[in-house]
C-alpha cells in the first residue's frame, strides 16, 4: 500500500523529499533614496521601512550585506520635480549619486535602477503629458536617456518599470550607441494595474494627480497578454523578466516560467509586505511562518528572483534554519 504520510513522518524525511527551497542568492531588496543628509525617513504604511539619505543609506545596504545580501533594486526621490520629469536624466541626479557612492563603498554590490519617471514628475504619471494622456514616443526618449545616465553612474542593471511600448528597444539601442553592450536590462514586463500599490506609492511619493494608469498598466483580468508582452520584450533587448505583483499573480509567473528561456523575477510589492505587517502586529499570524510560506509559493510558481521588502529578514532566518 501505498502511505503518502511516510514522507512526512519525520522533520529530516520532510526536509531530504522537499521539493522547492528557498536560498539566499533568491533575493533583491529594495531601497528608497532622498536628497539631503543624515536623513531616515520611517514610510507610516510600510512599518520597518525608510526613505534614507545617501549617507544612511549607505550603512543599510551594508548591513544588508551582512544578512548576506549582495543585490538591491533602488528608487530615487528628488528635491525637484516638474512636467518632464527632468531630474531624472541629470548626471548629478539623486539615484546617479547614489549609484556612485555604492559602488564606491561596496564595487561588488549588484545596482539595480528603477527607470521610470512618475517619482520625476509632478503630475506622477510615469511619462510625458500631452493631451490629458501620457505620450508614449517622447517618454521612451527620456527613459532611453536615463537608463544611459544610471550605467554611466555604474548601475549593473536597469529596470525599466513604466509599461511604454517599446521602451525595452529604445534603452537597448541607447545603451549599445553608448558602448554599453554589456548592461543587463530588467524589464517589468508584465506589470498589471494593480490595488497592491498603495503603500508604495506613499513611499516613492508618486502617486497620479489625475485618472490612473490603466491606459499603460495591464488589466488584472489578462494573461495570455501577459505572455505576449514578455515576448516582445525579449525581442527588443531584455535579459530578465518580471510578473508584478506576486502573490496574486502565481499563475502568470508560472505561465512565463513554462514558455521563456530568460530569467523571470517576480516582485512582492508593497501592498503584500503591509499586509503581513498588519496582521503581525495583531498577533494574528506568525509572521516568519507565513513569511516564508509565502516567498516559497513565489518561487514553487517558477520565479528564479525575487524582489521583497522582507528579503533582510528572510535571509537571517534562512541563515538560522539552513
Known sequence: MTRFRRLRSSPNLR???QETRLSKDDFVQPFFVVEGKNKREAVPS???????????????????RKAGGYAGLFFGLPAKKDLKGSEAVNKNGVIQKTVRAIKKEFPD??????????????????????????????????????????????ADIVAPSDMMDFRVR????????????????LSYAVKYASAFYGPFRDAAHSAPHFGDRKSYQMNPANAREALKEAKKDIEEG??????????????????????????????????????????????????????LESLTAIKRAGADIIISYHSEEALKWLSQNP
Request: with cysteine.
Open 109 to 154: 554590490f549588484l545596482v539595480i535602477t528603477d527607470v521610470c519617471l512618475c517619482s520625476y514628475t509632478s503630475h506622477g504619471h510615469c511619462g510625458i503629458i500631452k493631451n490629458n494622456s501620457v505620450d508614449n514616443d517622447e517618454t521612451i526618449a527620456v527613459l532611453g536617456r536615463m537608463a544611459v545616465s544610471h550605467t554611466e553612474a555604474g
Open 46 to 64: 510600510m512599518p520597518g521601512i525608510y526613505r534614507y539619505s545617501i549617507d544612511t543609506l549607505l550603512k543599510a545596504v551594508e548591513r544588508y
Open 15 to 17: 526536509r531530504l523529499v
Open 238 to 291: 531584455a535579459d530578465m523578466v518580471m510578473v508584478k505583483p506576486a502573490l496574486a499573480y502565481l499563475d502568470i509567473i508560472s505561465l512565463l516560467k513554462k514558455e521563456l528561456t530568460v530569467p523571470v523575477v517576480a516582485y512582492s510589492v508593497s501592498g503584500e509586505y503591509s499586509m503581513i505587517e498588519a496582521a503581525a502586529a495583531k498577533n494574528w499570524i506568525n509572521k516568519k511562518d507565513i513569511l
Open 170 to 185: 529604445r534603452i537597448r539601442d541607447d545603451l549599445e550607441k553608448n558602448g554599453f553592450l554589456n548592461t543587463v536590462i
